[in-house]
């Protein structure tokens, strides 16, 4: 069974960091693009980062570009996303995401102080 | 960006009637590779998205079959031939011709 498991998420203040992390299984994580999408709860979907099966190219929105950083380790079936000068308008569930077919359930970041 | 534009944004539907979704593109979905990278997701309350369509009309693995997706260009539908009790929720198309790939606002699907 494909399972991608979002944690990492929470509460955070304004200007603050969080890495969120989603363990995959149940398919070769090392074969395919990995993303993060979020939700504002209530709202519709934003893309927010890509990175390719070797970790090798890496896209982002203008959003929140030199923000956060997309990474993964194909040894351990993980992608995360490290997110730093959190503002408030980052508030959102975030998915992640395999091949376009493959969500996780989310993880909810809170930015406010 | 791509600006991608749903219509309609709620659509009231009684059950075993069809039901139909438009999206738009501001530009042509076409990739170099002579694919058209449109998708369709949907969005049960409470739930994740789950894509449908991909590469405009093909379906995904365990998608029934009253799902169909048509369209070229710019121009895309969404349709259900029967809608269900379980269809409810939120449609969202979304390109992945150019990035930043972006998503249509959604389209609220309810049972009248």
């Given at each position: 069974e494909v399972q991608l498991v979002e944690s990492g998420g929470g509460l955070v203040q304004p200007g603050g960091s969080l890495r969120l992390s989603c363990a995959a299984s149940?398919?070769?994580?090392?074969?395919y693009w990995m993303y993060w999408v979020r939700q504002v709860p209530g709202k519709g979907l934003e893309w927010v980062s890509r990175i390719n099966s070797d970790g090798s190219t890496t896209s982002y929105a203008d959003s929140v570009k030199g923000r956060l950083t997309i990474s993964r380790d194909n040894a351990k079936n993980t992608l995360y996303l490290q997110m730093n000068s959190l503002r408030a308008e980052d508030t959102a569930v975030y998915f992640c995401v395999g091949g376009l077919n493959k969500w996780g359930q989310g993880t909810l970041v809170t930015v406010s102080s | 960006d791509v600006v991608m534009t749903q219509s309609p944004l709620s659509l009231p539907v009684t059950l075993g009637q069809p039901a139909s979704i438009s999206c738009r593109s501001s530009?042509?979905?076409?990739?170099s590779d002579g694919n058209t990278y449109l998708n369709w997701f949907q969005q049960r309350p409470g739930q994740s998205p789950r894509r449908?369509?991909?590469?405009?009309s093909d379906r995904d693995s365990g998608v029934p079959d009253r799902f169909s997706g048509s369209g070229s260009g710019t121009d895309f539908t969404l349709k259900i031939s029967r809608v269900e009790a379980e269809d409810v929720g939120v449609y969202y198309c979304m390109q992945?011709?150019?990035?930043p790939w972006t998503f249509g606002q959604g389209t609220k699907v309810e049972i009248k």
């Open positions: 149940g398919f070769i994580f090392s074969s | 530009q042509s979905l076409v990739y449908l369509i991909y590469k405009v992945s011709t150019h990035w």
